[in-house]
């Protein structure tokens, strides 16, 4: 049966009780951490690569065999009801994405644990916003690659700067936070968790994610919100799909429409129903990850249009 490593459980948090208050980090005032009109717009931008300093990042240990490939979510002891909502952070190359602060604000009023997958690019663009999320006790942080690669398509160094120039990204701004008094001793120095972009790897990416210490984290439950979808439609199919141990795919770069709107809708109706909320190391740890060799958005193969257009050197909106 799979399990974390004991070194990565001591490392962990035990999940919270519902209800239970997480202070927001002491080391922002609480005007810095609000919402901003208009920061959740994406802007477009022509990056001129990746000019972030080169960071020593310490030792790694691989993902265990048991722990290797797609995660997609976590089976539950019997009448454990957990959910892990999670917050894609992506930025591509061709823009400067946004930050969807009213859902982070509503996570914060609400004490809502969540774990956000941060684009390496991203944390250059927003680095005070992935700063204040790193040191946030409510939260953890993932990798997203460093400019949303399709890692079917991306191959070999390329492939890999993807994935260690975000974890150095990601890094960076933890030692912001640091510099600014938050306490970070709890956040890893590098990290542990990793998301595929548009859902879809090939057998060298996963390889190399999980070589280099990351857990690949999918999902169950697809929000479907970079579409135009209403707040209250999308809410209720998202109640509808979760069951205890699900990993819920979300957006918090300003590509998920109405998803802050629906959170309004969707976390009062979850703890109605009983579930506690957790970051994704907690789920993982209280369960059996439920685990697939290959990567898919909700079936086998249903990333192919993404991959084909990425070696035609077009992008397909929406995106995971």
């Known amino acids: ?77 019997a009448g454990v009801k957990m ?16 930050y969807d602060g009213a859902l982070v604000d509503y996570l914060r009023d609400q004490n809502v644990q969540a774990t956000f997958f941060a684009g390496g690019k991203w944390a250059v663009s927003h680095p005070e916003r992935a700063s204040q999320i790193i040191a946030d006790p409510l939260f953890e942080v993932g990798n997203h690659t460093w400019s949303h690669a399709n890692m079917t398509v991306t191959t070999g160094t390329t492939m890999q700067r993807q994935v260690d120039d975000a ?43 999980n070589e280099t210490g990351h857990l690949a984290i999918q999902w169950d439950v697809d929000s479907g919100d970079p579409a ?4 209250k439609f999308m809410a209720e199919a998202m109640l509808k799909a979760i069951k205890p141990g699900s990993i819920v795919l979300m957006h918090a770069n300003g590509r998920g429409k109405h998803t802050a709107e629906a959170l309004r809708i969707l976390i009062p109706a979850l703890k109605a129903k009983g579930y506690q909320f ?3 190391s907690q789920l993982i740890a209280a369960g059996t990850p439920v685990i697939a060799a290959t990567c898919y958005s909700e079936r086998p193969g249903d990333t192919k249009v993404y991959d084909d257009a990425a070696r035609a050197g077009r992008r397909i909106l929406p995106t995971q």
């Open 167 to 209: 974890d150095m990204a990601i890094a960076a701004r933890r030692a912001g936070a640091q510099a600014a008094g938050c306490n970070v001793a709890d956040v890893p120095e590098r990290t542990t968790l990793f998301r595929f972009p548009y859902g879809s790897c090939s057998a060298d990416s996963m390889a190399y994610v």
């Open 1 to 77: 049966m799979p399990r974390l490593s004991s070194s990565l459980l001591l490392a962990l948090p035990l999940c919270l009780a519902a209800g239970a208050a997480v202070a927001a980090p002491a080391c922002y005032a609480p005007s810095a951490l609000k919402a901003v009109p208009g920061e959740e717009k994406v802007q477009p931008h022509t990056s001129s690569g990746n000019t972030l300093a080169e960071r020593l990042l310490p030792p790694v240990r691989p993902v265990a065999g048991a722990l290797a490939g797609s995660i997609r979510r976590v089976n539950l002891p």
């Open 228 to 231: 135009f979808l209403g707040a």
């Open 83 to 98: 959910v892990a909502l999670t917050f894609d952070l992506c930025e591509a190359s061709s823009e400067v994405s946004g």
């Open 278 to 280: 957790a970051t994704v």
